[in-house]
């Protein structure tokens, strides 16, 4: 049910504000002194709308150039003079449409526009009408009233009342405004009107519509007359299309359709489509040719016709083969990646020697905020590309990737022919960003569709639901970004190239954000290399006691929280440069928030280890704590834990107790006290196998009441028999640590091959201890 709201009338004596909203209108024109109703659609019109509502409801209402409704549009698509008009009544609907009663209040002119956002506001110049009136526009007056007469008596469209309405108007001006708004003229005819300020010339100008508008009346009755003799029996459809075809015919017009239909079959002679696509477009052109301009389904061959022709069937780009050039492209805008970099420039050396390979399949996986995505645009410019990418997270209906079938109103093609479209070329860079978090749900399984679009040995014929003809996509480089592979469905994943994007250690974080982050934010700030610098020790400081992460994200905010402090100094002109060293950060960021040294003091106790976890946000420290109490010998498990992790605690105690008299703990102690594991951050659900090692060790530590290293950590699977078996991970994990300050690190021994991926500058300030069995575990650990 739609909600009204009503106002009053303008009140002449009130001042127009010098600067108005405006409101564009679309094929109409507003007059002063007119009323005019209108709906609205566009979502800045009806906020427009609003908000004049709350206040004085005057808006400036100005014709756009373009007759149809724009989604986008600058202050160069509206004339330069408009209307100003109060708000008589306002209804919302329930789609959230706004119905208008407009009253046009009198001509302005736009000085220039003060505001483009939300909606337009601008500057306006009211122009005051004309009271001069003599014998000679009298003369004229009667004349134009005398022929709107015969435009109302020829018209269906206009009432009788119309007449009186005309004679009883005195103001010449008004007379010319009103005979103007209700003929069947144009908008730009219209808009020429309201520009004309001279009351003289503007009746002049009316009544030449006038006269045009009687002409075309009296036509269009000769040719009723002449075309319903034969029409009779006939339905009224066919008559209407006659009658059109006797217009054209009289005005010298000549068939659009026919020019249409023309146009279309140069344009696919011209594209040299493949031969299934060409011979579907001629079907369907053929279709478009019996149809009339009116027909709904006109519409749907048109635009299809639009879409075949639009492709790039066989626009390609020339490829940058120069492997120098392209290296230095990669290394310009990023640091490290070097596995990336080197399957690229292998796919170049082998496009160099083989211009007929398919393209391959890669997907980047690694924490946020590692350059996944800004990777995937610098491939793009190293290969000389276009680039395209689209966002898939939250995706769950098919028809996105493959398109909606024709039957369907408004159906378009899926979200990668549009790709093509948009990229102009059909050899671009395609990124597929979150592939991991593609949903499913009644309207399809997305990650189904993706197959085929990711198989190089299927999608040289790519079937869109809506072309309904194959598209080679085997020029397409696709890329493909994850945080996890464990959401992707595995013969989604058989069918990609695994790169993984590990987290940085802190010499990398400090060079990139010295490269890259410092200079872009400062930038973004306002900021010059004269105003500020941020020496590499405070980058360090914010490094490790600001941020906890894999990626770069949260670091780039801290700068940008510096530059922004460095600004406001340098604008309030309390500084020209500001130097922020180690001590001055706090100034910006406030205290520090993690400290190595709180975190030693977490496992100073028995009973508390460190271990090492992976998320998909790159690797964390986790801390693991036993208690002992009075009891039966239960064991309780709290953190959010998942079963496989209980599993894993279960088996820990398990070893404990069939190994109790080597580990000389008291037989009967199991029988008279309940052991409670916790692991701390308990809103954050848990699980994995790998925390074995460390649930293991922190149950030991505290029957045996011997703390652990402060700077260990460890992590591993186990068995029942004290077995320390591999884990995955391992260099997001080590960096982890490394970013902790943690010096020795127990891992299973069959995980030593991994420790290679690991940055040297890393491995080398760390101890490693490769086990593979809980009793060195434990003498390493707890010394015993």
Known sequence: MAQQKEGKSFDPTEKIPENLPILPLFDVVLFPKMVLPLIVMQEESIRLIDEAMSGDRLVGTIASRNINPQTEYTPKDLYEMGTSAVILKMAKTDDNNAQLLLQGISRFTVEKYVRTEPYFTAKIATVKPEEFKDKEIEAIMANLVNQYEKVVSMSSALPQEMTAMARSLEDPGILADMVTSTINSSTREKQEVLEIFDVRQRLKRVTQLVNYQIDILEIGSKIQTQVKGGMEKQQREYYLRQQLKAIQEELGEMDETGGEVEDYRAKIEEKNLPEEAKKEAERELKRLSRMHPSSAEYSVALTYLDWVVSLPWNETTQDH?????????????????????????????????????????????????????????????????????????????????????????????????????RAGKRNPVFMLDEIDKVGADFRGDPSSALLEVLDPEQNYSFADHYLDVPFDLSKVLFITT??????????????????????????????????????????????????????????RKIISGYTQEAGLRNLEREIANICRGAASKVAKEEATFVNVGVND???????????FDEIKKRVATSGVVMGLAWTQWGGDILFIEATAMKGKGNLTLTGQLGDVMKESASAALSYIRSNAKLLKIEENYFETHDIHVHVPAGAVPKDGPSAGVTLLTAISSLLLDKPASKDLAMTGEITLRGQVMPIGGIKEKVLAAHRAGIKTIIMPKLNEKDIEEVPEKVRSGIEFHFVDKMRDVLKIALNI
């Open 321 to 421: 083969l120069d492997l120098r050039a392209a290296e230095k492209i990669l290394d310009a805008d990023h640091y490290g990646l070097e596995k990336a970099k080197k399957r690229i420039l292998e796919y170049l050396s082998v496009l160099k020697l083989n211009p007929d390979i398919k393209g391959p399949i890669l997907c980047f996986v690694g924490p946020p905020g590692t350059g996944k995505t800004s990777l995937g645009n610098s491939i793009a410019r190293a290969l000389g590309r276009k680039f395209h990418r689209i966002a898939l997270g939250g995706i769950r209906d098919e028809a996105e990737i493959r398109g909606h079938r024709r039957t369907y109103v408004g159906a378009l093609p899926g979200r990668i022919i549009q790709g093509i479209r």
């Open 482 to 539: 994850a945080n996890m592979l464990d959401t992707i469905p595995p013969a989604l994943l058989d069918r990609m190239e695994v790169l993984r994007l590990s987290g940085y250690t802190q010499e990398e974080k400090i060079k990139i954000a010295t490269r890259y982050l410092v200079p872009r934010q400062r930038s973004a700030n306002g900021l010059k290399a004269e105003n500020i610098n941020i020496t590499s020790g405070a980058l």
């Open 585 to 595: 950060i706090k100034e910006y960021l406030g205290p520090v928030r993690f400290s």
